[in-house]
């Protein structure tokens, strides 16, 4: 029953974390538990359908497929991640500039949901569908130690969303004015991490294979096993052993979402006086 | 009958470069676990160093397992009934543990040297 929690605790952790901080981030949109439900659902349908599939899966792209999907899903979270810190960097000085704009942004507040929500469900449905998968094997196998197992992973779901409720509550302790600029940081470093794990996955299928050597090893320091080490790799990417793609990637995102922060948040008025001229 | 010389000559030309482009590798060297009865078949085995390989895991068990291992920077869905390649990049000589991540008693070592 130890063995079952642990491993389903182990694999919802890190979709706790990110639905935590989605949820911290969208704090102030209205509807958005229907639209960070509705990921979670989808995401919850997805698993259990990859998991059905698994084996189909893990036969395309000559037994990589298991590999790129990974990839690609991580991929389409990084640009909808990008997007919501690019779309917020637009409206997040209008709404601080101009009263009447708040109200049309709030409205216009579900455009990046659909990205959240997107990313609530990849991040389900890329760990979910380990723990089905692990489930179903346990209900196949009709042994009598089935129910316990089943009670130890439901415990380990629960788990995961004290994980998610204790990120949640953490980051709105933080006062508002600070929360934006926290949260904007967390996503970046949420998305950079991803991309670098997106490359992990290409290098294991073989399809990105320059710059592959490890440039530092700190799995005597801080092991990816820890719980601080899983936590870290979540949040900001962690890896201890990172190849030098990984690093490069995980560079780039951070610095082309600030450049694209940059370019499209409208010019404060003194600026646009300045432009006029 | 001109056209049909050139784009012969081109064909060959073409196929030719194909052939001198693409390099000869030498094929990664393979490693090979059954998965049965909770248990790893063989429970140790030996790779080279410095230089990729690949471990093929042949699950015979009703259910999927997870071929892991945090040492080796691998871990892959192997359903039921099935078998993967889990590609491994060069690695320092050691002994590399690895184990079924839904069943952490099953474990094994790959002795790289």
């Not at chain 1, 389409?76 to 960097?89: D, E, F, G, K, R």
């Not at chain 1, 904007?184 to 050597?213: E, K």
């Not at chain 1, 790799?233 to 940059?262: E, K, N, S, W």
Request: glycine fraction near 8%; charge should be neutral.
């Amino acid at each position: 029953m130890l063995a079952a929690l642990i491993i389903v605790f182990r694999e919802v952790f890190e979709a706790g974390l990110i639905v935590g901080i989605v949820l911290a981030v969208t704090s102030a949109v209205p509807h958005r538990l229907r639209w960070i439900g509705g990921g979670l659902l989808a995401g919850i349908a997805g698993a259990c359908i990859v998991a059905a599939f698994a084996g189909a899966l893990s036969q395309l792209f000559e037994g990589m497929g298991q590999e790129l999907f990974n990839a690609a899903i991580l991929g389409t979270a990084v640009v909808m991640l990008t997007w919501h810190n690019v779309w917020m960097a637009r409206h997040g000085r209008e709404m601080a500039n101009d009263l009447r704009a708040v109200g049309q942004a709030v409205a216009e507040g579900s455009r990046p949901l659909i990205a959240l929500a997107i990313v609530v469900a990849v991040a389900v449905l890329r760990e979910g569908s380990e723990v089905a998968l692990f489930l179903y094997g346990v209900a196949a196998s009709g042994d009598n130690s089935g129910p316990a197992l089943l009670g130890g992973g439901a415990l380990g779901l629960l788990l995961g969303m004290a994980v998610c409720l204790a990120t949640y509550f953490g980051l709105m302790r933080i006062p508002p004015k600070a929360l934006f600029a926290t949260t904007t940081w967390l996503i970046t470093l949420l998305a950079a991490g991803m991309a670098a794990q997106a490359v992990a996955f290409l290098a294991r299928a073989n399809w990105l294979t320059s710059l592959d050597q490890v440039v530092w090893d700190s799995s005597s320091v801080l092991s990816e096993d820890s719980l601080l080490g899983r936590t870290l790799h979540t949040l900001i990417g962690y890896t201890d052993q990172p190849t030098a793609m990984q690093l490069a990637v995980y560079c780039t995102v951070i610095v082309l979402t600030f450049i694209l922060m940059r370019l499209t948040t409208p010019p404060t008025p003194s600026a646009r006086v300045v432009a006029a001229e | 009958m001109l056209t049909v010389s050139l784009r012969k000559l081109t064909l060959a030309v073409v196929s030719n470069a194909v052939l001198t482009l693409v390099p000869v590798h030498a094929e990664d060297s393979e490693i090979q676990f059954a998965y049965a009865d909770g248990q790893f078949e063989p429970k140790e085995a030996a790779a080279p160093a410095d230089k990729p390989f690949a471990i093929r895991v042949k699950n015979m068990e009703a259910k999927a397992m997870e071929f892991e291992s945090k040492a080796l920077k691998v871990e892959k869905v192997v359903a039921a009934k099935s078998e993967a390649v889990l590609k491994v990049r060069a690695m320092k000589p050691g002994r590399y543990e690895f184990y079924d991540e839904f069943n952490e008693k099953a474990r094994g070592i790959v002795n790289v040297q």
